[in-house]
């Protein structure tokens, strides 16, 4: 759209404009929308709060189909945090439907949304062709006392697609596409010596609501690693011990981060959800065992948590329980017998950050180099008709109403005489497809509840696989039935899916029935295999060469 100047916008729509408007409009050189025919707010210098503009918080008064900055308009709201809030706008100037974060009224808000864009910028100039996935920024700007900044526009956070699903269990094989990703850009922060000190589920955006391309988002928090200003940061949940304890952090914070994340993604819960910061701790020493001497000699807060022996003290939950260190392993906690992943977030869990994981170290693990392996390796026997592996993966999408359904065609039938009698007293197995999933206890399939009851076994819908009795009979369609002991994880029936966990594969609907591997020091951890270690704690690399064109195969 071609811009105007602000005389000839107001010459022309001065109607359309309020009083405090046509005074503002002179301090934008191109004006490209003014929001006609909204319900704007009547600002005025004399009123408290921005001229009218803010509410108490200092937040800014959105008012839909309104404009921002005579280029914006407003489309609906998208979320609101600590921060300040997010909207959907359109961008007239470069006919784009972007988000637009808009930060609170208040100085510590401001200071720390400047540190965002800083870092923002930052890590897009270093990254012209977008291949981290960190999420875009766009512009930054000042509109009535507010920081605004726009961002390419993403579809939901982590937590919000597991919760539409329920919170089910992700596979091991989407869990590890998002894995990948994120080390992608922790290794780029890596790089750059950047903390982004808030990792969690919600600050984790698909691209797009049906493929599993994620991006990073939310840098409010984010430091230079010799820049930092806050203690005491993140989410309690993705809380590092070192955060917790009050010891020196850094860059190995993120990683911790991670290794809670995956695992939660894992079981579709928290893995140490501590009410309280004491009882955070409690719950990591619970799986991970008490934390090594040295890590508690060098915390400056180890006098809440500890007592003179360096002895845990003992902390009681609302509910009355009282965590035990030691008392599970990674495998119980997860009821997980993968010793790949297992070992994966065993190395992003360790007490000490010197020997945690980094993210060259996590995308040298076994777990992740035979995914990308398999990726970046060619078929021997081409398929045409097959499309070729992809990064991104096509997530579930809802699948329609029994009802609505295309039924299949009727096609004639030939039994031979001796397959009649079998025919006659057993039904056909069901034809497996691709989507034939079953959720126990929910009567929904594929992921998204159906419209209309489910037929009953034995019942003549045209659905499914048919089995016939006689000749002269009607066909007769049967549907698998329950078992006899249902649960709420999701099933694929007969495949195992690419998305939700298969519980009879890794034992997710009880304690894992393989041997643990025996613990490490300073807790029950997965063991690593001593020919593999790295001398940092992590495991030995492949050669650079071959990470590299890996990589390269990965990401681009």
């Known amino acids: 759209m071609a811009p105007i100047s602000p005389a000839a916008c107001l010459k022309t729509n001065q109607a359309q404009l309020t009083h405090y408007e046509q005074s503002e409009i002179f301090q934008y050189p191109a004006i490209y929308y003014w929001g006609a025919g909204a319900h704007k707010i009547q600002g005025s210098p004399a009123q408290a709060s921005n001229a009218g503009y803010d509410d108490d918080r200092g937040d800014y008064k959105f008012v839909l189909h309104d404009h921002f900055s005579y280029r914006y308009e407003v489309l609906n709201m998208l979320g609101r945090g600590s921060f300040g809030q997010v909207a959907k706008v359109y961008d007239y100037k470069t006919n784009k439907v972007v988000a637009l974060k808009v930060i609170r009224n208040k100085k510590r808000f401001h200071h720390q949304g400047l540190i965002e864009v800083k870092i923002l910028d930052y890590l897009r100039d270093h990254d012209p062709n977008d291949t981290t996935n960190i999420v875009r920024t766009y512009e930054s700007f000042y509109f009535r006392n507010h920081l605004c900044v726009t961002f390419e526009l993403l579809s939901v956070n982590l937590y919000e697609f597991m919760k539409s699903n329920n919170f089910q269990s992700l596979s091991l094989a989407l869990i590890r596409k998002f894995a990948i990703q994120l080390l992608n850009a922790l290794r780029y922060q890596y790089q750059h010596r950047i903390v982004h000190c808030d990792l969690k589920p919600e600050n984790i955006l698909l691209k797009h609501p049906l493929k599993s391309g994620i991006k990073v988002i939310d840098f409010g928090s984010s430091c230079f690693e010799n820049e930092k200003i806050y203690t005491y940061i993140q989410s309690r949940f993705y809380r590092s011990p070192e955060i917790i304890l009050g010891g020196d952090y850094g860059l190995p914070i993120d990683m911790w981060s991670l290794g809670c994340i995956l695992a939660e993604l894992y079981t579709g819960y928290p893995l140490f959800p501590g009410e309280n910061e004491a009882e955070q701790l409690a719950c990591i020493m619970e799986v991970m065992g008490v ?266």
């Open 291 to 556: 934390p090594p001497h040295h890590v508690i000699s060098n915390a400056s807060r180890r006098k809440l948590f500890f007592d003179g022996q360096n002895q845990p003290l003992p902390v009681v939950n609302s509910r009355g329980r009282k965590r035990r260190p030691g008392t599970k392993d990674l495998a119980t906690a997860l009821r997980c017998n993968d010793k790949d992943f297992l070992s994966f977030l065993a190395g992003c869990l360790e007490w000490d950050p010197h020997t945690r994981f980094t993210p060259d170290q996590a995308l040298a693990h076994p777990w992740i180099m035979d995914a990308m392996m398999m990726l970046s390796t060619p078929s021997k026997q081409p398929a045409p008709k097959q499309e070729p592996a992809k990064a991104v993966t096509e997530l579930p999408g809802p699948v329609k109403p029994t009802s609505e359904r295309r039924a299949r065609p009727r096609q004639p039938q030939t039994l031979h005489p001796a397959q009649k009698a079998q025919h006659s007293t057993k039904p056909a197995p069901p034809k497996p497809t691709s989507r034939h999933w079953r959720i126990e206890k929910t009567g929904r399939w594929g992921g998204a509840a159906v419209g209309v009851g489910t037929p009953k076994t034995g019942s003549t819908a045209n659905l499914g696989p048919v089995a016939m009795t006689d000749k002269t009979k009607p066909r007769t369609v049967f549907l698998p039935t329950k078992p006899k002991e249902p649960h709420a994880r999701v099933q694929p029936y007969p495949r195992k899916s690419l998305f939700f966990r298969d519980s009879t594969a890794d034992s997710s609907a009880g304690p894992a029935t393989a041997a643990v591997p025996k613990p490490r020091t300073g807790g029950n951890l997965p063991a690593i295999d001593a020919a593999s270690r790295h001398p940092r704690g992590g495991i030995g690399f492949p050669p650079v060469t071959q990470r590299n064109r890996l990589y390269s195969h990965f990401f681009s």
